[in-house]
């Protein structure tokens, strides 16, 4: 059976669950819609310095005051997959159902990337990990190998050492992360730094990682590094999968907004990492879900 609402907001990250939290004060009929936990990766992430007001604290407590907040005015909130979002504004779930809205926010944020080598999908959940809140206890007393050299990287490699020796590896022979975090990273010594390197394989035995070979940049000669487990910090790609029939993308798979979050088709909108932009942090994603939950409010209120 088809129902209806005002907004449906696809993601309960920043931007889907301060969306939410507009628009249900708003008196907008609100369903908020996630295949995961609530949070989007703020559960992922082992805390947050830089969120204003906060002071330092964990991601899943920020995720969980977020969450709170977002249906504490009415909006319900419903686990489902979305497998496609068309013109007239249907959500179409992955098991039949089918929701009318006045409006759609997608807010759905971004996956990691693989590395796209040799042993990596056959590890994954075998040693290969993208998150290390989740796994890095897994590997207490071991060494494992974070890939990447962004502030993501080495923020996880930090929370890594809390049980393991970690070795990072960048391409380059800079850090792309903040200077802080470098400073930080490189006064460790439970972390050892290998640059000018790629990963070309990841190399298992009985069924779990074993090792990773490098390949040095200059020299293009290889080493194999032994190690129980490799964490990829090597980009995202947004999840825009339902979106593919609509031409609200750019060439990256990015959602083109206005000023108002809203695409090219009117009463669609994005909000979040999901959308083109420069800056992808927690702070940028609440407002893009504020801006666009005002707009989407005044419209309907003209309607």
């Known amino acids: 059976m088809e129902r209806y609402y005002d907004l449906v907001i696809v993601g309960a990250g920043p931007a889907g669950c301060t969306a939410s939290l507009y628009a249900s004060r708003a008196g907008l009929s609100t369903l908020l819609l996630d295949n995961g936990a609530p949070g989007g990766k703020l559960i992922k992430t082992f805390e947050i310095a830089n969120y204003p007001g906060t ?14 907040q977002a249906t504490a005015f009415g909006a319900t909130y419903e686990y489902g997959d979305v497998a496609e979002i068309t013109k007239d504004k249907v959500v179409k779930l992955s098991d039949g159902q089918e929701i009318q809205a006045k409006a759609v926010l997608i807010a759905t944020g971004t996956k990691e990337r693989l590395l796209n ?4 999908k056959e590890n994954i959940g075998r ?3 993208f998150c290390a809140v989740c796994d890095g206890a897994f590997f207490k007393d071991k060494d494992v190998v974070v890939i990447g050299g962004g502030n993501s990287a080495l923020e996880e490699s930090m929370y890594l050492t809390k049980f393991a020796n970690v070795t990072i590896v960048i391409r380059r022979d800079v ?10 990273v490189e006064a460790n010594d439970k972390i050892k730094i290998i640059t000018k390197h790629i990963p070309k394989e990841i190399v298992s035995e009985n069924g779990k990682v ?8 200059d020299t293009h000669e290889t080493q194999t590094i032994p190690c129980s487990g490799i964490f990829p910090y090597v980009g995202q790609d947004p ?19 206005d000023k108002n979050m809203e695409t090219c088709i009117p009463g669609i909108y994005a909000a979040g990492d999901v959308i083109q932009k420069d800056l992808r942090q927690v702070v940028t994603a609440t407002n893009d879900g504020a801006i666009a939950a005002q707009h989407i409010f005044h419209s309907i209120s003209n309607l």
């Open 239 to 257: 999840m825009t999968q339902s979106l593919k029939d609509l031409g609200v993308c750019d060439e990256r798979g990015y959602v083109i907004v």
């Open 55 to 68: 002071g330092v604290l964990s991601g899943v407590d920020l995720a969980m005051k977020m969450f709170e």
């Open 175 to 184: 850090f792309r992360a903040e200077k802080q975090i470098q400073e930080q």
């Open 127 to 129: 040693g290969v990990s």
């Open 210 to 217: 074993s090792g990773i070979v490098l390949e040095n940049v």
């Open 117 to 120: 080598i040799p042993g990596e």
